[in-house]
């Protein structure tokens, strides 16, 4: 007989092979009627959610195309880079706007910079855009420098 | 890499996996080429929204959060590494935008009962019940009486509960990726999905008990 967590890990696909194996192999008849309760759980909510946004006429293109104009249409990529010149100039520039934004408060335009949250799925960063030079700058926090 | 004609559904005569499709019109979007940035928000808009409404439940805000999720995305497709699948990054986006909105809203909030349940604090011996309201795999609305019970059911979730739900059964996510989108352990996430797993089980048992006594009656 599993244990609740092994249940959960075992149908989350939380487990790595092995345990999942292990784990299939000690399941009991109640484990499976568990593991198939859980299944119909994620389904109907699955399906609810699902017909509910596809019943609903959306054209989210419209509600935001003309707004991509005023957004930057490309931007460059600033990674993190061995050359220290590189790492320093940001740090620079991301200290300086995050004191502007400390004194005039987030996400408003400062006296010709913008700074934005940004999300980038594995991580987060901040974007910098800077009016006058038309400039993009984004500061981006790996999982190596979490790490670190 | 060399580029395949693509209709404004972005498929070509190939039939290529929705992941290529997306990684070429992602490519072309980072030139700067809007009708495959477009071709990409029809793809997604309703996965997306159905996320957003399952987080945010409010129609409008979850709108809006679709939006907003979009813009970042053409915003930031520059630094998009294309080291996860394309919708995987778009749903992380739309999905820390709702925990976001649940956050400045939750300030109003008086009492919110997921954090009752939020620690490991799962009683000894709780359990999911082992036994199933008998819906059929892959047609679980095949009644609208059905449907309505499980969007009641969702309702009734607090928003953590509700959240971790649709993180993990609509898009997918990982333990690790849930705590590090709400900002708590593991543990937390494992605690919020067995309670709120639980609450739909018996709001699903309930709505069949029902049913079998309409029937009966």
Known sequence: ?148 | MPTKPLNRQGESTSHPRAEDVDAELVAQARKGDKNAFRSLVERHQHKVYAVALGIVKNPDDARDLVQEAFLKVWKSLGSFQGQSAFYTWLYRIVTNLGIDHLRKVRAKVEYDDSRVHDEHDIAEGDHIVPQTAGLHPGRALESKETGLAIQRALDTLSDNHRAVLVMREVEGMSYRDMARAMGCSEGTIMSRLFHARKKMQAALAEHVKVEQMKKGT
């Open chain 1, 1 to 148: 007989m599993a244990t609740r967590e092994e249940i959960m890990k075992l149908h989350d696909g939380e487990l790595s092979e092995a345990e999942a194996q292990r784990v299939r192999a000690s399941l009991s008849a109640e484990d499976r009627l568990r593991l198939e309760a859980l299944r119909e759980i994620g389904d109907a909510v699955r399906e609810q959610l699902e017909a509910r946004a596809g019943a609903s006429k959306l054209d989210v293109w419209a509600g935001i195309s003309d707004r991509l104009d005023a957004e930057p249409a490309a931007v460059v990529p600033l990674r993190r880079r061995r050359s220290i010149w590189i790492a320093s100039g940001v740090a620079v520039l991301a200290a300086a706007a995050t004191a502007m934004a400390l004194m005039v408060g987030p996400h408003r335009p400062l006296d010709g910079v913008t700074i934005e949250s940004v999300d980038f799925g594995e991580s987060a960063g901040m974007l910098f855009q800077i009016h006058d030079t038309k400039t993009t700058v984004l500061w981006q926090t790996t999982n190596e420098e979490e790490q670190e």
